[in-house]
């Protein structure tokens, strides 16, 4: 059973699916997990597919739409803003201990791909998030700094920096923004896994309409200097369940959150033959990933 909601998050209202677990009584307190999407992505696509297994496991789950994305309100539209992103996890905590049916005191988090890293910030300083999960794990700042497959820089950073201070300038006299495609075009990919990052979101294996796949170029600034990982070596002392292909150009990402993070309960699974995409839809990956992170949450939320 699923309810679509929405609650606030200061000004904005953010939009939500809440997937219930079988034979839900509303007289009980549940275990909750927020489930948060990929860049890019919205709430209907892999955030769903683990927020509905996990509600099939006991858990009440909460896929949501990152503010100025998806359904959620917020201008301008498609911003990727590193820290509005951490901020909405923790609003939708806020919006989970206001029901009666959620035990406030057991909420976990699981983020996908990008939200691998903003799970991570947001429970590093979010200790009503008991335990997190990640899936294609990645810091999104530090890949801009190493590359996807962590051997170097995909792009000259201070040139790019430059550029986008001149966007910046352009857009506050009056230029139309510039808007990206995190993806890009078929004909232009140059990294081999890409081609099942395009085929995710632009055919029908699982593109959405409200998922343009777009992000403003001036958001870079923002990204380029944020930081997942920072201090999670002291802070981040919560359980940490990390999963990652073993083909995927991101596993350097899972093996430095499971190196660096203060947690004592760690455990990375790699998923072998698979690449950073595969653990996103395929049911071959996704269903052994919820059956091990069942009792993962069950005995620590």
């Given at each position: 059973?699923?309810?679509?909601?929405?609650?606030?998050?200061?000004?904005?209202?953010?939009?939500?699916?809440?997937?219930?677990?079988?034979?839900?009584?509303?007289?009980?307190?549940?275990?909750?997990?927020?489930?948060?999407?990929?860049?890019?992505?919205?709430?209907?696509?892999?955030?769903?597919?683990?927020?509905?297994?996990?509600?099939?496991?006991?858990?009440?789950?909460?896929?949501?739409?990152?503010?100025?994305?998806?359904?959620?309100?917020?201008?301008?539209?498609?911003?990727?803003?590193?820290?509005?992103?951490?901020?909405?996890?923790?609003?939708?905590?806020?919006?989970?201990?206001?029901?009666?049916?959620?035990?406030?005191?057991?909420?976990?988090?699981?983020?996908?791909?990008?939200?691998?890293?903003?799970?991570?910030?947001?429970?590093?300083?979010?200790?009503?998030?008991?335990?997190?999960?990640?899936?294609?794990?990645?810091?999104?700042?530090?890949?801009?700094?190493?590359?996807?497959?962590?051997?170097?820089?995909?792009?000259?950073?201070?040139?790019?920096?430059?550029?986008?201070?001149?966007?910046?300038?352009?857009?506050?006299?009056?230029?139309?923004?510039?808007?990206?495609?995190?993806?890009?075009?078929?004909?232009?990919?140059?990294?081999?896994?890409?081609?099942?990052?395009?085929?995710?979101?632009?055919?029908?294996?699982?593109?959405?309409?409200?998922?343009?796949?777009?992000?403003?170029?001036?958001?870079?600034?923002?990204?380029?200097?944020?930081?997942?990982?920072?201090?999670?070596?002291?802070?981040?002392?919560?359980?940490?369940?990390?999963?990652?292909?073993?083909?995927?150009?991101?596993?350097?990402?899972?093996?430095?959150?499971?190196?660096?993070?203060?947690?004592?309960?760690?455990?990375?699974?790699?998923?072998?033959?698979?690449?950073?995409?595969?653990?996103?839809?395929?049911p071959e990956y996704t269903g052994k990933i919820a059956d091990q992170m069942e009792p993962f949450f069950k005995n620590h939320l």
């Open positions: 059973m699923t309810q679509k909601v929405n609650f606030k998050n200061r000004n904005l209202m953010m939009a939500g699916i809440i997937f219930l677990p079988e034979g839900f009584d509303e007289n009980k307190k549940y275990a909750s997990l927020v489930v948060s999407h990929p860049a890019g992505g919205v709430k209907e696509q892999t955030a769903a597919i683990y927020a509905e297994k996990m509600a099939g496991k006991g858990f009440v789950t909460l896929a949501f739409d990152a503010t100025y994305q998806g359904e959620s309100t917020g201008e301008p539209r498609h911003l990727e803003d590193p820290n509005a992103r951490v901020a909405d996890i923790s609003a939708t905590v806020d919006y989970l201990t206001t029901l009666p049916y959620v035990d406030a005191d057991k909420i976990g988090a699981i983020g996908i791909c990008a939200s691998g890293g903003y799970v991570t910030a947001a429970t590093k300083q979010d200790h009503r998030i008991k335990a997190m999960a990640s899936v294609s794990g990645v810091d999104i700042g530090e890949m801009y700094h190493v590359g996807w497959n962590g051997n170097g820089p995909d792009m000259d950073i201070p040139a790019t920096l430059e550029a986008i201070g001149k966007q910046r300038t352009a857009e506050a006299n009056g230029a139309e923004p510039l808007v990206l495609d995190w993806i890009g075009k078929k004909e232009d990919i140059r990294i081999p896994e890409m081609q099942d990052g395009y085929d995710y979101y632009k055919t029908d294996r699982a593109q959405h309409c409200n998922a343009s796949g777009e992000l403003r170029f001036v958001d870079l600034q923002a990204l380029i200097a944020f930081r997942a990982y920072d201090r999670i070596d002291t802070l981040l002392t919560q359980p940490i369940l990390i999963f990652a292909g073993s083909e995927a150009g991101t596993l350097w990402s899972s093996r430095l959150l499971n190196e660096k993070a203060a947690s004592k309960d760690k455990q990375l699974i790699i998923m072998q033959g698979a690449n950073h995409f595969d653990l996103y839809d395929q």
